[in-house]
């Protein structure tokens, strides 16, 4: 697992632009932010620091280029 799911979104879009995979897309009918592709999701938990509810959470049970890059 990576991303695990998205509770209480305002729509804001962040997550959208932010996600490196496109792990997360928008829905056309509620206008909020759904988990579409999470076999693809890295954990570079970019999607859960960049949302303003913290509404995204992310396990840290997949390894992530993009956090130990600098580690
Ligand atoms: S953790 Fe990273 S790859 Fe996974 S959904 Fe969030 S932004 Fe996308
Ligand atoms: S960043 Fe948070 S509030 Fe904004 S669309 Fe994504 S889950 Fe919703």
Redesign the pocket.
């Known amino acids: 697992m990576?991303?695990e799911s998205i509770e209480g979104c305002n729509g804001c879009k962040m997550?959208f632009y932010?996600?490196?995979?496109d792990?997360?897309r928008i829905n056309d009918d509620s206008g909020l932010a759904e988990i579409r592709y999470p076999e693809d999701?890295?954990?570079?938990?970019?999607?859960?620091v960049f949302c303003p509810v913290e509404a995204?959470v992310?396990t840290k049970d997949r390894f992530s280029p993009l956090m130990t890059a600098w580690g």
């Not at 932010?18 to 995979?21: D, E, H, N, R, T």
């Not at 999701?41 to 859960?48: D, E, I, K």
């Open positions: 990576a991303i997550c932010v996600c490196p995979m792990v997360i999701c890295q954990a570079c938990n970019l999607c859960a995204i992310v």
